[in-house]
Nanobody, 126 residues
């Protein structure tokens, strides 16, 4: 059974930096595309970034491009989201997700993210 556990959220000042982590287990971590999504209360889940199974391809939402960086440590089975120049509108719950099928990467809308973590809250004050 796939298990994803996010950590690293907190209360931050606008303009500061933060790194979120996602510990993965129950899957061949190096063969699955991973992603970060975020969701505000009462809103739909929003794509943030994805990283292909082979680490060659990354996709970012326009709202975070140039500020956020997705990466992974295969040996540690960890997915990361580096967040720079945080803005109040980044205040939401962040979720990591795993594509259900190995060896696949595409536009995030064409992928099947079947496993999700419980989320970690990021709050950015102005």
């Amino acid at each position: 059974q796939v298990r994803l556990v996010e950590s690293g959220g907190g209360l931050m000042q606008a303009g500061s930096s933060l790194r979120l982590s996602c510990a993965a287990s129950g899957l061949a971590f190096g063969t699955h595309t991973m992603a970060w999504f975020r969701q505000a209360a009462g809103s739909e889940r929003e794509f943030v970034a994805s990283l292909s199974w082979n680490n060659y391809n990354k996709e970012y939402a326009d709202s975070v491009k140039g500020r956020f960086t997705i990466s992974r440590d295969i040996d540690q089975r960890m997915l990361y989201l580096g967040m720079n120049n945080l803005k109040p509108e980044d205040t939401v719950v962040y979720y990591c997700a795993a594509e259900s099928r190995p060896w696949r990467f595409d536009d995030y809308r064409l992928l099947d993210f079947g496993s999700w973590g419980q989320g970690t809250q990021v709050t950015v004050s102005s």
